[in-house]
């Protein structure tokens, strides 16, 4: 089965540092989706990032980033310039055709500190 | 402001009732997904329904059943209600009928089970 671990449950970082979130996947399919998501304290579920695993160059979003290891199966975000209004839940998921679903990790809770 | 429309915002209930849940997707959406979040759980994929049909099917207990109109919103009916029920139930729109595209959550319906 399909799997998605996120290591660290919870993290602080100082505002304006840089932080990256880990998240490793198993899987057999070569051609797939990752994601990552935010849940702030409002609790709605907020796209960050997308990846797709047949594309080498690591996706970015303004201040956030992923590093793509396919060989590995890593897929971390980096926030940089970190901002009292990423301090949120992350959620780092993964879209197989096989299984045609997402599949998130756990979650890392992620406090910026003022 | 996702324009994917979940009511109601809570709900309390006791055990062995039946509760609905209604999801509204943003215009234009064919797809919507259901998902349940639980402290012990995580965030886990209920069903998804494109266009009226059922598409995919993740952890649903058959206590829960869903169904999609034809005005595309999605109605999630819990019975027989367990205390284990007690989570956050997330509705998700998407454009088209596969899991790898973006998908818009809704601010979640929090059910409580007493």
């Known amino acids: 089965a399909q799997t998605v671990t996120q290591s660290q449950p919870e993290m602080s970082v100082q505002e304006a540092e840089t932080v990256t979130l880990s998240c490793t996947y198993d899987?057999?399919?070569?051609?797939?989706?990752l994601f990552w998501y935010k849940q702030p304290p409002s609790r709605q579920m907020i796209l960050v990032i997308r990846q797709e695993a047949y594309k080498q160059q690591n996706a970015t979003e303004n201040r956030f980033s992923v590093n793509f290891q396919k060989a590995a199966k890593s897929f971390s975000l980096k926030i940089s310039d970190s901002q009292l209004g990423d301090t949120a839940m992350y959620f780092c998921a993964f879209f197989g055709n096989r299984d045609d679903k997402i599949i998130f990790g756990k979650g890392t809770r992620l406090h910026i500190l003022p | 402001d996702s324009g994917v429309t979940q009511t109601p915002k809570h709900l309390i209930t006791a055990t062995g009732q039946r509760v609905t849940l209604r999801c509204s997707p943003r215009s234009g959406d064919l797809s919507v997904y259901w998902y349940q979040q639980s402290l012990d759980q995580g965030l886990q994929f209920l069903i998804q329904?494109?266009?009226?049909?059922?598409?995919a099917k993740g952890n649903i207990l058959e206590r829960f059943s869903a169904q999609q109109f034809p005005d595309l919103h999605s109605e999630l009916n819990l019975s027989s209600l367990e205390l284990g029920d007690s989570a956050l139930y997330f509705c998700a729109s998407s454009a088209g009928p596969y899991s790898n595209q973006p998908q818009h959550f809704g601010d979640g319906t929090r059910l409580s089970i007493l």
């Open positions: 329904y494109y266009n009226g049909e059922e598409r």
């Open positions: 899987t057999s399919e070569n051609n797939y989706y």
